[in-house]
DNA sequence: AGAAATGATTGAAA
DNA sequence: TTTCAATCATTTCT
C-alpha cells in the first residue's frame, strides 16, 4: 500500500468528524445511491491529478472535447480505470476534462470541507498560540505621543493647543517676538503632520490594496482547492501585522521629528530671548526701590509679572539672578542704582509734586538703607 | 570673533 | 517652598 492510498484511507475514515459540515450521511447515501464507490472515485481521480506533473498535464492538453460528459456524468468507470491513469494503456485522458469533472463532481463541496477542516486543524496547531493580537505596548505608546504632542487625533485644535501648551512652558512673551516663534513652530508641526497623515494614508491604502488582491486571489483558488473562510481571515490578520509593523516605523520617525522640533523651538534655554527694554525697566525699579529687601511677595511678584508681560517664575527669576548679581558686585551696579533711584524720586515727585526730593542722589527708601549698605547676609 | 550680559536651570540649603 | 550659587546657553555689545 503507498502513501496515497494509506492517506486516502485515513480520510475516508473522517467521515464523522466531517458530518456537520458535510450533513446528514444518511440523506448523501440516498442521493448518491453509492456513496462508497463516488467517494473512491473521487479520490482516485484526485490522485491521478496530483500523480502528475504540471508539466505533464499541459503537454498532453489535448484539444477539448465536449466537457458536458464528465460534468453531469455520474458514470465514473472511465475515472476509476484511469487509477492508473496516463500509463494506463487505454484512452489518455484530458486533464482539462478532469479537472473539470472534479470541479463539477456532487462530492467535491463536501471532500473540500473536510479537507478544509483537516488544514484548519493542522494549522491552528501549528501557530494557534501566536494568533491571538494583543495591544503592542511600543505602538500604543507611540500613539499617545504623537496624541499628545497634536500630530495625530484631531485636526487643528490639537496641534495649536499643544503649540501654545508648549509656547506657554517656554515662557515666552506673548509680545510680537513670542508670535513669531509660536508660529514658526506651529507651521513646522503641521508640516510634520502633513507628512505623517500622507504616509499614513499611502500606507493604509497599499494595504487595503493588498488585503484585497490577496483575498481574491484566495477566493478564486478556492474554488479549485480547499480554503475556508477562516484561512482567508488569517491571511488578512497576517497582512495587517506586517502593514503595522511598517505603520511602527513611521510613528517612530515622526516621534523623533516632533522630539527634535521640540528641542529646537521649545527648549527655553535655546529659545531665550531678553526682556524687553520696558519689562526691565520695571523690574529695576522695583528691585532699586526696594533694595532694602529686594524680596518681592507673591502678589507683587503677579503684579510685576503683568506689568511686564512675563510669567512669575520668570519674575522669580529676575530677582534672583539680579540679587545674585548685584552682590557680587555692587560697585558696578552703582551707576544703575544712582540711576533708578533719580528716577523713581522723579517719579514720585511729579506725582506728589515735591520737586525738593527730585535731587537727591539716594535711594527713595524711606527705610534709610541706601543702595550700596545692601547685604544679602543681612537682609532688612 | 570674543567678551559681556542675561534668562533659565539645577542642586543644595534654610 | 523659596532662595542662593553655580552654571548653561543664548543674545547683545565691542
Known sequence: MDDQTRMLAGLTGLGGLSQGDVGDPDSVRKQLGQPQQDIGDILQQIMAITDESLDEAQARCWPEESPAHWGGSDDPAEGGGAGGGTAGGGLPLNFQHRKH???CHRMKPALFSVLCEIKEKTVLSIR???DEDPPDPQIMRLD???LAEGVSGPEKGGGSAAAAAAAAAAGGSPGADGGIEHSDYRAKLAQI???YHSELEKYEQACSEFTNHVMNLLREQSRTRPISPKEIERMVAIIHRKFSSIQMQLKQSTCEAVMILRSRFLDARRKRRNFNKQATEVLNEYFYSH???PYPSEEAKEELAKKCAITVSQVSN????KRIRYKKNIGKFQEEANLYAVKTAVDAASVSAQASQANSPATPN???YPAPCYTPDGRL
Open 101 to 103: 469533472a472534479l470541479n
Open 291 to 293: 533694595l532694602s529687601n
Open 128 to 130: 494557534g498560540i501566536q
Open 193 to 195: 503632520r502633513q507628512i
Open 318 to 321: 529676575w530677582f534672583g539672578n
Open 366 to 368: 524711606s527705610g534709610g
Open 144 to 146: 499617545n505621543m504623537l
